[in-house]
């Protein structure tokens, strides 16, 4: 049956009770979830969640930058960063280098295209560079993600997939690129097999895409 939820509905961030079902429903699949009040105290719970030293990567994420996650990590000094690095590597002389740097940091930060009520994230990717670490390549992995991006199930996460986020994405790809995303890749995670590994922070506002 197809879920009725119009898509100007993906910009809303979903009520107190919703989040909290969703936060539980993470739990029972053996993700650490957190709701948290806004994007400062997400900012301030991933900077106590990785500890000083450590490789991080930040995948490309609208979340992450607006909330200035993003730049707590790769410009603080704090961490091994390793975008700043990457960016500062040749793609073809370097190629099989910055793959394996990225595909298993100590910590991967970012966010998802969509949440389930029932507890699974879906993430999309042009390129797939954050799969890896996100399945299970890191350490650990930090999502941080918006109360608009909550689902009542898997055939509305990719509702909200193709008809918001992508098209959103698409247009920040040419202005940042100048060439065009795709959805190449999808990653649906269900549960997380390794407690403690994956941690999911649920922001009570909306943010990123």
Same mark, same amino acid.
Not at 75 to 97: E, F, I, Q
Not at 125 to 143: K, M, N, V
């Given at each position: ?103 298993? !940091? &100590? ?10 009520? @029932?507890?699974? *994230?879906?993430?999309?990717? #042009?390129? /797939? ?22 689902? !009542? &199930? ?10 918001? @986020?992508?098209? *959103?994405?698409?247009?920040? #790809?040419? /202005? ?34």
């Amino acid at each position: 049956m197809t879920s009725q939820i119009p898509a100007t509905l993906f910009t809303d961030p979903v009520s107190a009770e919703r989040l909290e079902r969703t936060a539980a429903a993470l739990t029972a699949n053996g993700f650490a979830a957190e709701i948290v009040d806004d994007a400062a105290a997400a900012r301030a719970r991933v900077r106590e969640l990785i500890p000083e030293g450590v490789s991080v990567f930040t995948s490309a994420s609208e979340t992450t930058r607006l909330s200035g996650i993003d730049e707590d990590i790769n410009t603080s000094g704090r961490y091994d960063a390793l975008k700043p690095r990457v960016l500062g590597m040749n793609r073809v002389t370097d190629g099989d280098a910055i793959r394996r740097m990225l595909a298993s !940091p &100590d910590v991967v930060v970012g966010s998802v295209a969509a949440v389930t009520e @029932t507890g699974s *994230l879906v993430v999309a990717s #042009a390129s /797939g560079s954050q799969l890896p670490p996100y399945s299970g390549g890191a350490g650990r992995a930090i999502w941080v993600i918006g109360a608009q991006k909550v689902v !009542p &199930d898997l055939e509305t996460a990719m509702r909200r997939l193709e008809e918001h @986020t992508f098209p *959103l994405e698409n247009s920040r #790809a040419q /202005g940042a690129y100048g060439k065009p995303s795709a959805i190449n890749r999808l990653l649906v995670m269900h549960a997380e097999p390794f407690p403690g590994r994956g941690t999911v922070l649920l922001v009570r506002e909306a943010i990123g895409f």
